[in-house]
């Protein structure tokens, strides 16, 4: 048999046996009844709120959260695009987002 023979069947495998594992924790969540979720839900919620409020997070530091990687991604597409001759200058990218 030749390797990818081998390595086809076992890749069908796996789908498969990911198949019945989804189909099992498919058919535990169905089996609850509303009532039984409700009183689960009820039950998470007594006990978060007996564990107190959440700690408090500190903001991260300037220039590392998304928006700052957004504007440095975006500063670097002008700045190649400015370096492409005869297409673009740097003046008319700037130009054109206003």
């Not at 390797?3 to 989804?22: C, D, E, N, R, S």
């Not at 107190?52 to 700045?79: E, I, N, Q």
């Given at each position: ?36 979720i409700r ?60």
């Open positions: 048999m030749r390797w990818w023979k081998i390595l086809g069947l076992a890749g069908f495998a796996g789908v498969a046996a990911t198949g019945v594992v989804i189909a099992r924790a498919e058919r535990r969540r169905r089996a609850y009844t509303p009532e039984e009183s689960r839900l009820r039950d998470r919620l007594a006990e978060a709120s007996a564990a107190g409020p959440p700690p408090v997070t500190t903001t991260p530091a300037a220039g590392t959260g998304l928006a700052a990687r957004a504007r440095r991604v975006r500063s670097l597409a002008r700045d190649r695009l400015g370096q492409v001759k005869g297409r673009f200058h740097r003046k008319d990218v700037l130009l054109r987002r206003r």
